[in-house]
């Protein structure tokens, strides 16, 4: 009774985007075709949404989702779930607001299209918008604010609405996706009081591949720039690197950890990624990732995380995977138990998952180290899980975690601050800290 077909963003998130309201982010390939980032409002000029225009374009979607032939944008969506949804999308407020609201941005990265970088701007008012979630209270219990879409420091009025947004106190922490190419003092402001979390891309070692691959000649600045904002709060910037074909030398992946030592960014997070526009991480994306990864570990950064990206377009492992990784990494004596696989007999026989969401369970699919624990167990962070069951696993809260034990977080945006609350509870030595494959 009362299940229904749905996925956490229709029923939680808000996108709003230059010129239209989107109802995710999510990008997946369905018969050969990539979909995602669906659009509940398509904006026309100068004209205004209310929450209540939101709330009917979702529950329109929502209807046709549990019709017949499903909704044709979301057919074939990992993320789509069979379970009691607890009313109507965003009913029960925002738990994810995203302001991409203007595409206007001084970079052409490779991996990046004019849905970001095509210079529009907000075809309706987001400050009345955002003025009407508030008064309505569907922020009161938002757990996740993200700024991006184009390049967030670039809109005229970006200093005003930051700081109107900070001073509503709303919860969480802005997620600020920023290029970093402008200093801002007002991000400073937001990192060093703990209300903005600042997410900077690399994606390269040197200024030569920086220029190829992110359309611009910005790598000294970007990185003098992130030097600046991480002086007094440097667990608050994530820096991240989406490896491509064109980044993904190892000569190149060692001039960036040199880069991160000589800048001063070790005590920052460390994101690794990969282009959505590919498929399927190819052996030798894998390979570099792993070489990273291992780098960065070696350099003491403060913590790694790998993103839904990659797991998502992790293939099948088998010994043909592992023997092609490891070819690539031949070339520069990689030592092998760098990295763990369905070889690696584990250390202990259960696995903590921390996390509850879509990544924690993608990766007990798709990992093949995760399988060869005779027991695994869901950890819920926040104790927050309506459930002591995910599929046929249990779910404990996280003071049941015994303090040695193997575990892994399973989340993406909110890693980071799950670390940071290991951290405090005395347990992240418990986390394992070679790349799982
Ligand atoms: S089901 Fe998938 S594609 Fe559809 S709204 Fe949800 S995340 Fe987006
Ligand atoms: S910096 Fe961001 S918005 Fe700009 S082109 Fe690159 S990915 Fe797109």
Redesign the pocket.
Known sequence: MGKS??????HNSVFLAPNEIR??????FHENTL????VAIEASEDSNYSVSDIRQAKKK?YEE?NSKGG?N??NG????EFKDWGGSPIENGIDYLSLEYHSICNMRCLYCCDTYFGGKQASYSVVNLVDEFIDNGLLTNTNYLVWGGGEPTLDRNFNKILDSIVSMNIGPRIRMISNSTNYSEEIKKGIDEDKVFLVTSVDAGTSDVFRKVRGLNGFDRVLNNLNKYSRDNPQNIIVKYIIRDDNCSFDELDSFVEQIIDNDLIACNFQLSCDFKEEDCSPNILASIIYLHNKLRIANVRFIFMDDLIIQRMPKVNDLLINNIDKELKEVDFNLSNYLSFKTKPEYDKLYIIGTGSQAKALVKRLSYVKGFSSIIFVDPNNSFSSNKIDKFPVIKIDEMPNKSNAIIGAVQSSPFIYQSLLSQGKANNLIEEFIL
Request: proline share 8%.
């Open positions: 077909w749905s996925c956490y963003d229709l109802t995710c982010c999510k990008r997946f979909k995602g980032d669906v979607i989702m909704y944008p979301c969506c990992p993320h789509l």
